[in-house]
């Protein structure tokens, strides 16, 4: 079991930055793929960035590259996202998703492969 909790949402303007993390509580946090996903409204959730267990392995939704970077620090069972020259076609509810996996360099890209999600925080660009 895997407890997944965001923190760093917020309100910013066109161009701004801001760093999403997500805090996990309970075993072998090391031996799971993390991914972010976003929802805006009247929206589907959709895949940002994911990273493998080892984090040797990082894959971003195109939209995002070079803007976005995902990390983990398993040391302190962590998983941040720093979002660089945001826009308002990112403002969402930013997800945190754990998935087990026996492959250490494997990123998950879909939703329904991930057995455990945060509660969501949101992040608003302004125009």
């Known amino acids: 079991q895997v407890q997944l909790v965001e923190s760093g949402g917020g309100l910013v303007q066109n161009g701004d930055s801001l760093r999403l993390s997500c805090a996990a509580s309970g075993r072998s946090f090391s031996r799971y793929a993390m991914g972010w996903f976003r929802q805006a409204p009247g929206k589907q959730r959709e895949f940002v960035a994911g990273?493998?267990?080892?984090?040797?392995?990082?894959q971003y939704v195109d939209s995002v590259k070079g803007r976005f970077t995902i990390s983990r620090d398993n040391a302190k069972n962590t998983v941040s996202l720093e979002m660089n020259s945001l826009k308002p076609e990112d403002t969402a509810v930013y997800y945190c998703a754990a998935a087990g996996t026996w492959v250490s360099t494997r990123v998950i890209l879909t939703a329904a492969d991930y057995d455990y999600w945060g509660q969501g925080t949101q992040v608003t660009v302004s125009s």
């Open positions: 990273i493998s267990w080892s984090g040797s392995t990082t």
